[in-house]
């Protein structure tokens, strides 16, 4: 079932080609007691913001953003244009790749084209923004780049770091990993139990280091005898954007 974005403001409701919730769920280390949701999905403007001076990228909302972040009640949602999401999968963008592979709660015959074809936005390349984002991301864990970048103290103060944030830095390194050795991202996570057990508190920040350390070991290696093409198939991706953009409009 479709569902109702405009309840928040999207205006382009009918436009709208596939939806998802994404997050801790689309992963498998959802707590229900704490999680908000987070709608994620792709929609085609009309001609006039796609052609026309007035461009548009995206419709963003959330109930939270209050101190101490979201709560269970709270519901999050990133709406990209088909056009920028494309342009994002096709750089290896980690987030942009996961539409690609997440259960749907909502899709298209449009969308369907794409899913067909998830093999034309991969590449061996995509391994680099992976491990860049995670390697960042675990930097700033463990206090040696800027700002550690956690919102959830309570985390810190009971394990002595943020668990929640450092399941999804070991996330990104698997699915790396995942990625250069079978050309593809599963949704929810085959670990997703140890990524529970992360969130938990079960390993110390050292382990988490030292885990993280190993998987990024394991997805360069996997990239050298990786499935995948060198580049991504642009021309292949364009003729997708084209046939989808007429097929919505001339409906």
């Known amino acids: 079932m479709k569902p109702q974005f405009d309840q928040y403001g999207f205006v382009y409701q009918e436009n709208l080609i596939m939806a998802y919730i994404g997050g801790s769920q689309a992963h498998g280390a959802k707590l ?3 999680d908000d949701t987070d709608w994620y999905g792709l929609y085609i403007p009309p001609p006039t913001k796609v052609l026309g001076l007035e ?3 995206h419709f963003v909302f959330t109930t939270g953003g209050k101190l101490g972040g979201n709560g269970p009640l709270d519901v999050d949602v990133c709406l990209y244009t088909l056009m920028k999401w ?3 999968a096709a750089k ?3 987030s942009a790749l996961h539409f690609l592979f997440a259960p ?3 899709t298209t015959s449009i969308w ?3 899913a067909l074809m998830p093999e034309v936005f991969l590449a061996k390349g995509h391994v680099k923004p992976f491990l860049g984002f995670a390697e960042d991301q675990m930097k700033r864990l463990l206090g040696q780049k800027g700002q550690k970048n956690v919102h959830r103290s309570e985390l810190e103060q009971k394990h002595g770091y943020d668990t929640k944030y450092a399941m999804h830095v070991i996330r990104l390194y698997g699915e790396a990993k995942e990625l250069m050795e079978r050309g593809r991202i599963t949704l929810p996570r085959p670990n997703r139990q140890e990524l529970i057990e992360i969130r938990a508190g079960k390993y110390s920040l050292s382990e988490i280091r030292e885990l ?5 070991s394991e997805a360069r290696a996997a990239q050298v005898t990786s499935p995948l093409p060198d580049n991504v198939d642009r021309e292949a991706i364009n003729r997708l954007l084209v046939e989808a953009h007429l097929q919505l409009w001339t409906a």
């Open 112 to 114: 369907g084209q794409f």
């Open 86 to 88: 494309a342009g994002l």
């Open 32 to 34: 229900a007691s704490t």
């Open 55 to 57: 461009r548009e990228e």
């Open 92 to 94: 290896g963008n980690p």
């Open 212 to 216: 993280g350390m190993q998987l990024e």
């Open 104 to 106: 749907l709660e909502f």
